[in-house]
């Protein structure tokens, strides 16, 4: 029997109008991997910033156990005393300090009141060492990717000679190799005993590491697996979490596929550096009236330099070959051409190309719609509102209101202000670049459902997807890519994982 390091009983922590966590109760056993699942708002963040003391003691009701005793921290720096650390989403680092000065802030070590920079510099590598950072000590944090800077973070931690790490959603902003890694840290961490709670919402990363899965919803601890008694499948997570059978992960499309709205024919990008490399080669395909396509492929195929190329030439230093809508040619200069032809883009870095995180909902969403809001170039501020205030409605855009800064909202309800953004240019042809990325599976639905809908309006879309499953189960036809060029197409009721892994890799 292994004994718990921690234990949550009863946990209710309520906001101003919002119940947070609702009588939650969470036992973590020592030395194991505790993944934490859940929908957006689901109260993990919260969850764990009242076991790290971030909340402190007198901020909520119940119980928070650790080693047995019962905490009653004030601020982190008591949990740290504890040998517990919290790596939140937004890192903390300090950036414009060397990676070993960050490693050792708040509890450097001195002698007789001197601090030894040498030593410290020596004394870092270890710990780097163990968290697989390749990097000279004296590195200033800023210079390091999110990933890199992550693995500083945990040396940190480890230099405090952590027990219990919690990690609130690690990966979120990682690539997948980066991810791969950062999983295999945890895994080895484990092996030297230190316990781990991992907040994922990418459940293959839970199945590949998790000892134990806990699923909040609204604020309640839903249900606690096992892993080594029971079977845990992606399935029953996602049923957890949003509480109902999820054997209808894609809405029902209902749609009617009409006459063909777009064609491209032997269209070639080139690379907008090394103007002789060809990114896109000789591609051709259509698009009808109510239909979605999926343009599917391995990372660098060429999928999102073909559709921005497309779109006004977004990508690219030269592009040929025909681009037709409605039968008609057309030789787009700029975006702004692209969108005033019907066209709309909605890309995948929704952080650095789509939104502008310190503006409000509204204003996001009017932006590349100002011509049609404004007269004589004056903004109508009123019609701003009344459309913001219309998408907040119709897309369920979950906001406390439209003047809320877009940074402070879920990832999901993001992209519904770059969905609304894009549709109140009302384009007839939406390209819409891994609209799900990063999202939970609830507001992935969501998604789906709004381009359903807009297909049934006689819409059509293009959606550029890494994951197949989204892909078979959202699109009439799917394009396969690899190296630039079309490999095949497949109809819906044809496709399958493993032909659409064939067809991209299977060589010519
Ligand atoms: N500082 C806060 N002030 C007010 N409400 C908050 C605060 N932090 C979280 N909430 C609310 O509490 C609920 C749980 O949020 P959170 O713990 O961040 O969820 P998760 O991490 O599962 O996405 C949400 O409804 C959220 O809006
Ligand atoms: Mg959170």
Redesign the pocket.
């Known amino acids: 029997m292994s004994t718990n390091i921690l234990e949550v009983q009863d946990l209710t922590k309520t906001?101003?109008g919002?119940k947070?966590l609702d009588n939650v109760n969470f036992k973590v056993k020592k030395g194991e991997i505790h993944c934490l699942c859940?929908e957006?708002?689901?109260?993990?963040?919260?969850?764990m910033n009242v076991v790290s003391g971030v909340y402190p003691h007198d901020s909520y009701t119940g119980k928070v156990i650790f080693h047995g005793k019962e905490t009653r921290y004030k601020t982190v720096k008591d949990s740290e005393k504890d040998r517990l650390a919290i790596i939140h989403q937004e890192l903390a680092l300090s950036p414009y300090l060397p990676i070993f000065e960050n490693i050792f802030l708040g509890h450097i070590k001195t002698k007789a009141g001197i601090i030894h920079w040498d030593r410290l510099i020596i004394d870092s590598r270890p710990y780097l060492k163990r968290v697989g950072l390749d990097e000279d000590p004296e590195t200033i944090v800023s210079k390091l990717g999110v990933g890199k800077q992550q693995l500083v973070e945990i040396a940190k931690a480890l230099s405090k000679n952590v027990e219990l790490l919690i990690l609130d959603e690690p990966t979120s902003s990682l690539n997948d190799d980066e991810s791969d890694k950062l999983l295999d840290l945890i895994l080895e961490l484990k092996k030297e005993g230190i316990t781990c709670i991992m907040?994922s919402h990418k459940l293959n990363e839970v199945l590949k590491i998790a000892d134990t899965i806990t699923i909040?919803r609204d604020?309640m601890s839903i249900d606690s697996y096992d892993t080594t008694e029971t079977e845990v499948t992606e399935d029953l997570i996602i049923k957890g979490m949003v509480g109902r059978d999820m054997t209808h992960r894609f809405p029902e499309k209902t749609a009617v596929v009409g006459e063909t709205i777009m064609e491209v024919e032997d269209w070639t990008v080139f690379h907008p550096e090394y103007h002789s490399r060809k990114v896109v080669d000789n591609v051709s395909f259509n698009l009808k009236k109510g239909e979605i396509l999926a343009f599917c492929g391995p990372m660098g195929a060429g999928r999102t330099e073909l559709m921005m190329s497309l779109f006004g030439k977004a990508y690219g230093s030269a592009s040929t070959g025909t681009l037709k809508i409605r039968g008609q040619e057309h030789d787009f200069k700029n975006p702004m051409e692209a969108i005033r032809n019907g066209l709309g883009y909605v890309s995948e870095d929704r952080k650095d190309l789509g939104l502008i995180l310190i503006q409000d909902v509204k204003t996001n969403i009017s932006n590349s719609s100002l011509s049609k809001l404004s007269r004589f170039g004056v903004v109508n501020k009123d019609q701003e509102i009344i459309e913001a205030e219309n998408y907040r409605k119709s897309l369920n855009i979950k906001t406390p209101g439209i003047e809320q800064m877009v940074r402070n909202l879920?990832g999901g309800n993001q992209q519904k202000v770059v969905l609304s953004r894009c549709l109140l240019a009302d384009p007839e042809i939406f390209i819409v670049d891994e609209p799900t990325r990063g999202i939970d599976v609830g507001a992935k639905y969501e998604i789906y459902t709004i381009l359903n809908d807009l297909a049934a309006q006689g819409k059509s879309i293009i959606m550029i997807s890494s994951e197949l499953p989204e892909a078979i189960g959202m699109a009439d036809r799917i394009y396969v890519m690899n190296e630039g060029e079309i490999r095949g197409v497949l109809d819906r009721d044809e496709a399958s994982q493993e032909k659409i892994m064939q067809i991209a890799l299977r060589s010519r």
Not at 40 to 47: D, I, M, Q, R, V
Request: aromatic fraction near 6%.
């Open positions: 906001f101003p919002v947070a859940g957006n708002g689901a109260g993990k963040s919260t969850l907040i909040l604020g879920s």
